[in-house]
């Protein structure tokens, strides 16, 4: 929930930069557990499904009870396997539907949140019951013909196993030392200058206009408009800072970025500190092409309008000219290839 409001952010949150590190944390622990949670679900799907399908017992009041519970169930398991399908997808980047993934996973969030609630309330006294009893029978009752089929710890075990394979196979996107046995993770770090990249310079339409000699950004404030080049920019004081790029779809990487802090840029049009910024793009094609900054981040001197990554000046795949780049922030608003500026009143 916390990385759908740093993403769709709710009137009642004001988004602080720090901890810098706060997206690349819950982004990361939420496209993990999300992963983890597969094989899980399966498991847990597999051993049930067989009492999906028993006679109701007899009774009326017994029956509506039981529908009533197999009812949330079907909430249950639509709802998780909804979310698990949909982020999936969105990881690899398809989208074979016409709604908006970002509104429908949040939203599906809610139900699948109701109803474990409801679920777990329902079986609280199964529940209880269970955990007072040993893992197995004390003396084997099981008849011959069961000896081959696994035990409740050979399932257990068995979907943790599984549990875990499927994170160390995927979370080298997000953690560094899992890189190189993560052959799973949708982002092993190509890209120039040691940086993923997720969309190229050729499709949002970039490639001529980021090159072009006569490239201005455009800084509008309150009461005046001033152009800046390249080397206006480079003449200001620069700043380094050792910051993440941290992708909504789950991988992250941090960068030495150096360029002027934006809050700078802005005091040249005549705007104070701690103004809300919308930053725009050369972009012509897809959507991520503009961002809005909130005034704390913008009074962040960390929030820089980079110039150079990694030592070197910016690739037109990072946004060459010049990128936003500001701590705790979703990937998806580090808009590169900035143009313009718009100081909001
Ligand atoms: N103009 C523009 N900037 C953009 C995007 C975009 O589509 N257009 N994609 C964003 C996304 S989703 C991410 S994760 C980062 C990735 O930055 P990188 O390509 O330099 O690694 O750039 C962001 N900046
Ligand atoms: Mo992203």
Redesign the pocket.
């Known amino acids: 929930m916390w990385s759908h409001w740093q993403y769709s952010t709710p009137g009642w949150l004001t988004l602080s930069p720090r901890p810098t590190q706060l997206y690349r944390w819950t982004q990361g622990i939420h496209v993990i557990s999300g992963t983890a949670a597969i094989p899980l679900l399966l498991v847990k799907l597999w051993s049930v499904f067989p009492r999906l399908f028993a006679r109701p017992p007899r009774g009326a009041r017994a029956r509506i009870l039981t529908l009533l519970e197999r009812g949330s169930i079907a909430v249950l398991m639509g709802s998780a396997l909804f979310m698990l399908v949909s982020g999936t997808l969105n990881i690899i980047g398809w989208y074979p539907w016409e709604f908006s993934f970002r509104q429908t996973h949040g939203a599906m969030a809610w139900v699948a949140i109701g109803s474990v609630l409801v679920h777990v309330a329902v079986k609280l006294p199964v529940i209880r019951e269970a955990w007072g009893e040993p893992v197995e029978p004390a003396s084997p009752e099981r008849t011959p013909v069961d000896v081959d089929a696994p035990t409740r710890r050979d399932v257990l075990r068995g979907a943790f196993l599984a549990s875990g394979l499927a994170v160390v196979l995927t979370a080298g996107q997000a953690v560094p030392w899992l890189r190189r046995i993560s052959v799973f993770s949708v982002r092993p770090g190509d ?1 120039p200058q040691d ?5 190229t310079a050729r499709s ?1 339409g970039t490639s001529t206009s980021a090159l072009d000699p006569d490239w201005v950004l455009e800084v509008t404030g309150a009461d005046r408009t001033v152009r800046l080049t390249r080397d206006d920019l480079l003449a200001m004081p620069q700043r380094t800072h050792r910051l993440p ?1 941290a ?2 779809e789950g991988w992250s990487r941090s960068a030495v970025w150096t360029g002027v802090p934006l809050r700078d840029v802005i005091a040249l049009a005549g705007a104070g500190p701690r103004t809300d910024v919308v930053v725009r ?1 050369l ?1 012509t094609k ?4 503009s961002s809005r900054v909130v005034g704390n981040v913008v009074a962040d001197p960390r929030t820089l309008l980079a110039l150079q990554l990694n030592g070197e000046t910016l690739d037109i ?3 060459y000219p010049c ?1 936003l780049i500001a701590p705790n922030r979703p ?2 608003f ?4 900035l143009n313009r500026l718009e100081v909001q009143a």
């Open positions: 890209g940086l993923p990249i997720n969309r949002a790029i992708c909504v793009s972009q897809g959507a991520f092409g795949e990072h946004g990128r990937g998806v580090q808009t590169k290839w």
